[in-house]
Each structure stands twice: as C-alpha cells, then as structure tokens.
C-alpha cells in the first residue's frame, strides 16, 4: 500500500526535483472541497502506480513559495514532474481516468505509463 507524503518547500527539491521516478503532486489546501472530491482518487492512483510514479500532496497554504513558482492559480492541481521540471498539469478536480490518461501521456516513457 502506497503512502501518499506531504511535500514541503524544505523537501521539494528532493523529493519532486531530484526524483529518479516520475512524480505527481497533488497541490492542495484543507479548506478546498473540490480537493476533498480529488483526494481518494489521488490515492487510488498512489496505490496502483506504487513504484513507478511517486505521489505527493503540497498544501498550498503552507507552501506559497512553490506554488508561486509554479503558478498555481486554482486548486486542487495536479503536477506532473519528469526530470525536474512539470511537464502537464491537471487544473479542478477531474475523473479517475481523466488522471490516468495523463500519467500515461506524460510519462510515456519507462514503466511508469501503466498501473500495477
């Protein structure tokens, strides 16, 4: 079972930035509902793509600074890192499969475009 870690400004770079796997993050605050109705999603995707795309939630309220430099205007986000950089995101809360054809676009390459 996959677990879904909170990233910070002190972890980010490490985390998303440096990651040798793709990574997805959920970029969130506590008082936004659509980002209620995304987050069992968000975990269902950590859970089947456990090993090949890590998933990590940033709550923007504490975390301005990222979500400045990454201009995250509306939440919920989805963030899709590759090699240090967002390739694709995902803006207000959408399917499942919405997300899922997302993953497999932008992290085509390598093992992570298909679930476990």
């Known amino acids: ?18 990651s040798a796997e793709p990574v997805l993050v959920d970029f969130w605050a506590p008082w936004c509902g659509p980002c209620r109705m995304v987050a069992p999603v ?6 089947e ?3 090949k795309v890590k998933v990590l939630k ?6 301005m600074d ?5 201009n995250i205007l509306s939440i919920p ?3 899709f890192f590759k090699g240090g950089q967002m390739v694709d995101r995902i803006i207000g809360a959408v399917p499942k499969k919405v997300i899922v054809e997302k993953i497999g676009k932008a992290f085509a390459e390598g093992s ?3 679930p476990n």
Not at 42 to 47: L, M
Not at 58 to 63: K, P, R, S, V
């Open 1 to 18: 079972m996959a677990n879904i870690k909170d990233a910070t400004t002190g972890t980010f770079e490490t985390e998303v930035l440096n």
């Open 42 to 47: 968000v975990e269902e995707i950590a859970k």
């Open 49 to 51: 793509y456990d090993g």
């Open 58 to 63: 940033l709550n923007t309220d504490e975390n």
């Open 66 to 70: 990222i979500a400045i430099k990454y």
């Open 77 to 79: 986000t989805l963030g």
């Open 112 to 114: 992570a475009a298909k």
